[in-house]
Antibody, heavy 128, light 108 residues
Framework: EVQLVESGGGLVQPGGSLRLSCAAS????????MNWVRQAPGKGLEWVSY????????YYADSVKGRFTISRDNAKNSLYLQMNSLRAEDTAVYYC?????????????????????WGKGTTVTVSS | DIQMTQSPSSLSASVGDRVTITCRAS??????LNWYQQKPGKAPKLLIY???SLQSGVPSRFSGSGSGTDFTLTISSLQPEDFATYYC??????????FGPGTKVDIK
């Protein structure tokens, strides 16, 4: 069964740090690009960060740039999110999500991306 | 950044109703548009990708259409398990994707 399982969430004080993990199983993890997406209480979905299959290409949302670091260990089938200098507004459920692609018809070098597998999420609460 | 809007923000419908949700992008995104369903306390679930392609395992009562800036998600006959929040998401600017604010579908 294709599965993503997040862990590492919890209660942390403002300015603190936390490291989230996402364990992948049931598919060839090293072949897929991955994302972190978060959802604040009662709010919508917000993309946080992306990492390529090799780990060589990384992007962050402006809201977390300079504070969060995404990484992966393909040998361990695991994705990580190191979160530093946490703020109250970082309080959210954090999901890891797998990117899949299909080729755009008649446009060989273009791809449609979509997040087809999601974990159940891990809750991060930043509060004093 | 590409901004996504959805309308309505919420709707009430009955089982068997045809439901249509609209998503609009702030610039043309061709067909780089996905739809997700989220139930309370659960992770989002992919329904439609590339504007109109049905994800494997998703019931055929769900369909998507549109291109450019305007898109729709249609549920042809609402079922009890379809009461949820629906999000559109643009992948034109991948990996810097953005989601719409969501449309909550509840029971009339």
């Amino acid at each position: 069964e294709v599965q993503l399982v997040e862990s590492g969430g919890g209660l942390v004080q403002p300015g603190g740090s936390l490291r989230l993990s996402c364990a992948a199983s049931g598919f060839t993890f090293s072949s897929y690009e991955m994302n972190w997406v978060r959802q604040a209480p009662g709010k919508g979905l917000e993309w946080v960060s992306y990492i390529s299959s090799s780990g060589s290409t990384i992007y962050y949302a402006d809201s977390v740039k300079g504070r969060f670091t995404i990484s992966r260990d393909n040998a361990k089938n695991s994705l990580y999110l190191q979160m530093n200098s946490l703020r109250a507004e970082d309080t959210a459920v954090y999901y890891c999500a797998r990117d899949d692609i299909v080729v755009v018809p008649a446009a060989q070098d273009y791809y449609y991306y979509y997040m087809d597998v999601w974990g159940k999420g891990t809750t991060v609460t930043v509060s004093s | 950044d590409i901004q996504m809007t959805q309308s309505p923000s919420s709707l009430s419908a009955s089982v068997g109703d045809r439901v249509t949700i609209t998503c609009r992008a702030s610039q043309s995104i061709s067909s780089y548009l996905n739809w997700y369903q989220q139930k309370p306390g659960k992770a989002p679930k992919l329904l439609i990708y590339a504007a109109s392609s049905l994800q494997s395992g998703v019931p055929s009562r769900f369909s998507g259409s549109g291109s450019g800036t305007d898109f729709t998600l249609t549920i042809s006959s609402l079922q009890p398990e379809d009461f949820a929040t629906y999000y559109c998401q643009q992948s034109y600017s991948t990996p810097r994707i953005t989601f719409g604010p969501g449309t909550k579908v509840d029971i009339k």
